[in-house]
C-alpha cells in the first residue's frame, strides 16, 4: 500500500508498505520501502510523495513474489513536478526489496501536454 505523506527522512518523501499474506489472507510478514528502509537505494527528495500510485506488474524477474511499479508524483527529476515511476523487485529477504529501474517521467514525455 501506497504511504505517499510518509515523512522518513523528510517531508512528504513517502513510503511503500509490502504485505506479506498466506492463502487465507493472514499477514504473514511486512516490510516497509522508504528513504530509510527496506534497501531503497534510489534517491527521495521532500515532496516526492513515493508511493503516490502502485500497480502489480506480474513476477517479472521469475522468484515466486509479485513485483511493483511504483509512483513518485512530485519527483523533479526532469522538470517540476513531472514524476518518476519505480520498479521494484519484490523479494522476502530480510525484508530488502531491489530496485532495478527507474524512469522519470520528464525524458518520455516532453514538452506540454
Do not use: C, H, P
Given at each position: 500500500?501506497g504511504?505517499e505523506?510518509?515523512?522518513?527522512d523528510?517531508t512528504?518523501r513517502?513510503a511503500?508498505w509490502i504485505?506479506?499474506?498466506?492463502n487465507?489472507?493472514k499477514?504473514?510478514?511486512?516490510?516497509?520501502?522508504?528513504?530509510?528502509?527496506?534497501?531503497?537505494n534510489?534517491?527521495?527528495?521532500?515532496?516526492?510523495q513515493?508511493?503516490?500510485?502502485?500497480?502489480?506488474?506480474?513476477?517479472?524477474d521469475?522468484?515466486?513474489?509479485?513485483?511493483?511499479?511504483?509512483?513518485?508524483?512530485?519527483?523533479?527529476g526532469?522538470g517540476?513536478?513531472?514524476?518518476?515511476?519505480w520498479?521494484?523487485f519484490?523479494?522476502e529477504?530480510?525484508g530488502?526489496?531491489e530496485f532495478?529501474?527507474?524512469?522519470?517521467m520528464?525524458?518520455l514525455?516532453?514538452?506540454?501536454?
Amino acid at each position: 500500500m501506497g504511504v505517499e505523506l510518509d515523512d522518513d527522512d523528510g517531508t512528504d518523501r513517502g513510503a511503500v508498505w509490502i504485505l506479506f499474506l498466506d492463502n487465507d489472507g493472514k499477514v504473514l510478514s511486512f516490510t516497509k520501502i522508504s528513504d530509510l528502509s527496506g534497501g531503497f537505494n534510489g534517491t527521495l527528495v521532500d515532496d516526492d510523495q513515493f508511493g503516490y500510485a502502485l500497480t502489480s506488474i506480474g513476477d517479472l524477474d521469475g522468484d515466486g513474489f509479485e513485483d511493483l511499479v511504483v509512483t513518485a508524483s512530485g519527483d523533479e527529476g526532469n522538470g517540476v513536478d513531472r514524476g518518476t515511476l519505480w520498479i521494484l523487485f519484490i523479494a522476502e529477504v530480510e525484508g530488502d526489496t531491489e530496485f532495478d529501474s527507474e524512469i522519470d517521467m520528464g525524458e518520455l514525455f516532453s514538452g506540454n501536454r
